[in-house]
């Protein structure tokens, strides 16, 4: 199997300029290392700028879905687009935030059949919606989740976070990027 992280190629921080290379810092010491998702989009600091100004205004905010939450979205709609690098990555991330080593892999391989809260349900089933057939969407969809307990904000917040992980979803097939081995382990 190749070793390579990106079929572009990658980018060390510190070869970035000097406020992406702060910002993933950051990312790699709170991690201990740094995401391969970072090295791929490098190479174009405008759009790797870009995606994480846009990933942090939805996956760090303070109102709204839990982080855990958001973080069901994210393996929900990745394991959708057949994503590895981000149901294994974001999958690390869920089984922290969640406090279950199980939920992650329960959700990106069969989400329909996934045991979960009424409340997680309605947010993987709105998240699915989406992410499978965007062009039938609708007020059927927005109903069941507003009848789960949803409020407006946080169906915004599943809508968003399922559009910006499909964005995601499709740059790491674009790249064939490879998950870093140290997400595999994580929250197990």
């Known amino acids: 199997m190749s070793e390579d992280v990106s079929r572009f190629g990658t980018v060390e921080?510190?070869?970035?300029p000097a406020d992406l290379a702060e910002r993933i810092g950051l990312i790699a010491e709170k991690s201990g290392f740094v995401p391969n998702i970072f090295r791929a989009l490098g190479h174009r600091p405008a759009e790797l700028r870009a995606f994480l100004d846009y990933h942090d205004a939805l996956m760090n905010r303070e109102d709204g879905l839990?982080?855990?939450?958001?973080e069901l979205v994210v393996v929900a709609t990745s394991g959708a687009n057949h994503c590895t690098y981000c149901v294994v990555a974001h999958g690390a991330i869920l089984r922290i935030r969640a406090k279950d080593p199980h939920v992650a892999d329960r959700?990106?391989?069969n989400p329909w059949q996934a045991e979960l809260e009424p409340r997680q349900r309605a947010i993987v089933?709105?998240?699915?919606a989406l992410a499978h057939?965007?062009?039938?969407?609708?007020?059927?969809?927005?109903?069941?989740?507003?009848?789960?307990?949803?409020?407006e904000d946080e169906i915004w917040d599943v809508g968003a976070i399922t559009a910006l992980f499909a964005m995601s979803n499709r740059l790491?097939?674009?790249t064939?990027?490879?998950?870093?081995?140290?997400?595999y382990s994580m929250g197990r």
């Open 172 to 174: 790491a097939h674009l």
């Open 176 to 183: 064939a990027l490879r998950p870093n081995a140290e997400f």
């Open 133 to 151: 057939d965007s062009a039938r969407f609708g007020e059927q969809h927005l109903a069941a989740a507003r009848e789960a307990g949803l409020s």
């Open 13 to 16: 921080p510190d070869e970035l």
């Open 107 to 109: 959700v990106s391989s």
């Open 66 to 70: 839990s982080k855990a939450e958001r």
């Open 125 to 128: 089933d709105l998240a699915l």
